[in-house]
């Protein structure tokens, strides 16, 4: 169980509990690409208050602007807030299903003389407008009449019009000193078919309008969001208020999350996935779900790490590394060890007979010995890794070196007798070592120390995948730097050029083969790895490289 910190909401949600006796939160994501990391803070605190003092916490897709939206979008939602371990129950809504009512709303205010269809063209508009400094100006339709409104209205909804000829307009004060206030846009003709609603409609209404209403509908009781809205919160309230509706949800804004080395908002995801700087949502380089998902992440670590940042009205960039630690925290505990070799140099063992093959005990887990057990094939010919062997080491250097002698884990300890090289190149080819027969499973009895153990496969029974080994996908901790002052805010330019490296001929051991899509194991001394979900097949195993085990970013960070 994840720890649950206090946090200025949870203060304000107890507070307001010794009025109330329920709390109904909901998380109303656009269905407009997938979610992110980001999301993930957002859901978490949603799901957290609601369980935490026995409310609900609804799904609402906030679906109202069809030139964006897809199925395709929603069922990623669907399946990617499942994944990280949140249920709804039936509380899964649509605000197209209330459609219909926001309609209603609309005339309401009408009819109440609140609300007015501008002809303006949207330029125009937003020269009205004004700015931060400048106080904005009357459209020359606000003083409509209200039967006029509600004819034009109606024609607006029967598709009479062109898209932009009109849209409906609250009519509150243009000269407020937020320009939120100053008679927001509610309605706008578009025609075009809805995911769900299909041709029903051809005016939508605007988020303000619509999220307020939509929270009111459900009985939410606090209304949970980011601080870009709290500038909107007095035109939240403003709607309603004015509508007099029966439930007036508490907005609370909080700070969102950024996370160095990435860029989070589904606008810049939406442009790396276009221009194929990514392959795809799902890329395991993206901090999307779907993407960290694919990537070998667990669900727990994301929801630890949501729980540890914890929530605040200040904005700030955390730390890859604290969402990498605890990552690698978690997966220490649960990930079941194996042993790979991703750049191989053969060595054969002159004293081991040709034929014969030994099957040794591994264990799974080297503190859990519940994880149990598994077989690894001793041969004469077996892998290590390229650079666990210099032929003239420094001397601090406690791996395989000629003449020295070192531990094959769970195997043998073996000493280095002779380097054979390609005559024309120089390049080490393979390595001739003997063993000694005393030391079956890696110890020796006579207590003879050995520096070094290294990992290795059986060449004569070992798989061969492809790994995909991924580093940041930004160069700098906030890609929304530039470097160059023309290139302003552009964050591709700031792309690693190498955030993935793709090594082809990796040697695993064969119990790998079981291993099924997103379960991360413990390359012995590499990291964490698991199968790609997407592009492995039984006949071209890939796996991902989820984390390193140290952090050899540091490099990059300067
Ligand atoms: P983006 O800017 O990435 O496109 P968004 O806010 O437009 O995100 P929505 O689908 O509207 O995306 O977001 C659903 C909910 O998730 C909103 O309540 C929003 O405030 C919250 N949210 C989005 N991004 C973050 C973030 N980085 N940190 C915390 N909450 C977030
Ligand atoms: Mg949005």
């Known amino acids: 169980m994840e720890k649950a910190t206090k946090h200025f909401i949870k203060t304000i949600i107890e507070n307001d509990l010794k009025k109330n006796t329920t709390i109904t939160t909901r998380f109303p994501p656009e ?20 369980k935490q003092f026995n409310g609900n916490c609804n799904l609402r897709f906030d679906d109202t602007n069809p030139a964006k939206e897809d199925q395709k979008y929603i069922d990623s939602i669907i ?18 299903d209330y459609f219909d009512k926001l309609y209603d709303f609309a005339v309401d205010l009408i009819k109440k003389n609140k609300a007015y269809v501008c002809s303006l063209s949207s330029e125009d508009i937003r020269k009205y407008r004004g700015t931060l400094t400048e106080s904005g100006k009357n459209s020359p339709y606000r003083e409509r009449t209200i039967k006029e409104n509600l004819d034009l209205f109606s024609k607006m909804k029967n598709g009479d019009f062109i898209d932009g000829a009109h849209v409906l307009r609250a009519k509150i004060d243009m ?14 003709i578009k025609k075009m078919s809805h995911p769900r609603t299909k041709d029903k409609w051809c005016i939508y209404p605007m988020y303000d309008f619509t999220h307020c209403i939509s929270d009111s509908l459900e009985n939410i009781t606090h209304s949970l969001c980011t601080l870009e809205f709290e500038d909107h919160r007095p035109l939240y309230d403003w709607f309603l208020e004015t509508l007099k509706t029966l439930c007036h949800p508490k907005q609370i804004e909080f700070a969102r999350m950024n996370l160095t080395f990435t860029v989070m908002s589904k606008r810049k995801l939406q442009k790396l996935v276009n221009n194929n700087y990514v392959t795809s949502w799902d890329d395991p380089r993206l901090p999307t779900i779907a993407g960290l998902r694919r990537r070998g992440y667990t669900s727990f670590a994301i929801r630890n790490f949501c729980e540890t940042i914890g929530v ?117 080819k ?109 006949d071209n195993l890939i796996f991902n490289r989820t984390v390193p085990l140290r952090d050899t970013w540091a490099k990059i960070k300067k």
């Open 175 to 188: 000269k407020s000193p937020n320009i939120n206030m100053r008679d927001p846009v509610i309605y706008r």
């Open 312 to 428: 605040s009205k200040k904005e700030s960039r955390i730390d890859m590394e604290l969402l990498e630690t605890l990552l690698k925290d978690d997966l220490n505990e649960k990930a079941p060890r194996a042993m790979a070799v991703l750049n191989p140099l053969k060595i054969v063992i002159e004293n081991w007979d040709k034929n014969k093959i030994q099957q040794l005990d591994a264990f799974n887990h080297p503190q859990k010995k519940e994880m149990g057990t598994r077989k690894i094939t001793f041969s004469k010919e077996i892998f290590i890794e390229k650079n666990d062997f210099m032929e003239d080491p420094p001397n601090k250097f406690f791996r395989l070196a000629p003449k020295k002698e070192i531990r094959l884990k769970y195997a043998y300890y073996i000493t280095c007798k002779k380097v054979i090289k390609d005559e024309k190149t120089g390049e080490i």
């Open 79 to 96: 399946s990617d807030i499942k994944w990280l371990g949140f249920n709804w129950g039936d509380k899964i809504f649509y605000a197209s």
């Open 430 to 538: 393979k390595l001739i070592c003997t063993y000694d027969p005393k030391t079956k499973g890696g110890t020796s009895k006579d207590k003879r120390k050995v520096k070094g153990t290294l990992h290795w496969v059986s060449a004569n029974d070992c798989i061969n995948a492809e790994v995909r080994v991924y580093d940041r996908l930004f160069s700098m901790e906030n890609p929304e730097t530039s470097n160059s002052e023309n290139l302003k805010n552009n964050f591709i330019e700031n792309i690693n050029p190498n955030s993935l490296k793709i090594i082809k001929n990796a040697k695993l051991e064969k119990s790998l083969l079981n291993a099924v899509p997103e379960k991360v194991f413990q390359f012995e001394r590499l990291g964490y790895f698991c199968v790609d979900s997407k592009d492995s097949k039984p």
């Open 31 to 50: 269905p407009n690409g997938y979610l992110h990391i980001g999301h993930a803070k957002s859901i978490c605190l949603n799901f957290n208050m609601a």
